[in-house]
């Protein structure tokens, strides 16, 4: 499924930014971006990962697509490591371990084998290990250090 962009107009304060600009991304699309500063280029992306709204026109795209986004300049508590930011990133597998402990704890506890509740526990179970799995969570925390260390960190 792709990622429709139509008639986008930005406009700040009485400038216009960019007007009707319109361009499909299709699944394995490499696409960049290219212009002065100041053209809209961070704007664009900022409107395609739903974090700013244009003056008009829409983004449409699948339910379950995800667009990640990465600013410019990025905002770290003095506080934290580079081993803390990058397992900030991995926050979502911890909701979901968290999560499993829970339905596994329910599953654990409950006696109404037969019920469709209990069935979508099951299901529930089911679709969360096969996320961490694509995850590939149980070595996350390897792979991060590797390449941190390939990095220079």
Same mark, same amino acid.
């Given at each position: 499924m792709s990622i429709s962009i139509n008639s986008l107009k930005v406009e700040f304060?009485? @400038?216009?930014?960019? !007007? &009707? =600009?319109?361009? =499909?991304? &299709?699944? @394995? !699309?490499?696409? #960049?971006?290219?212009?002065? *500063?100041? #053209?809209? @280029?961070?704007?664009?992306?900022? =409107? =395609? #990962?739903?974090?700013? *709204?244009?003056?008009?026109?829409?983004?449409?795209?699948p339910r379950d697509t995800t667009v990640g986004y990465l600013p410019q300049h990025i905002t770290v508590s003095d506080t934290s490591t580079v081993i803390d930011e990058v397992r900030s990133a991995f926050s979502h597998v911890d909701e979901m371990k968290a999560r499993l402990d829970e339905i596994n704890h329910q599953l654990a506890t409950r006696t109404d084998y037969e019920s469709e509740a209990y069935q979508e526990l099951i299901e529930a179970m089911t679709s969360l290990n096969d996320r961490l799995a694509m995850e590939h969570s149980e070595n996350f925390e390897a792979e991060m250090e590797k390449t941190l260390l390939g990095l220079g960190f």
């Open positions: 304060s009485a @400038k216009c930014l960019f !007007d &009707n =600009i319109s361009y =499909i991304i &299709n699944p @394995k !699309d490499k696409i #960049a971006l290219v212009g002065k *500063n100041g #053209a809209g @280029k961070s704007t664009m992306l900022k =409107i =395609i #990962a739903g974090l700013q *709204n244009p003056t008009s026109g829409s983004v449409a795209m």
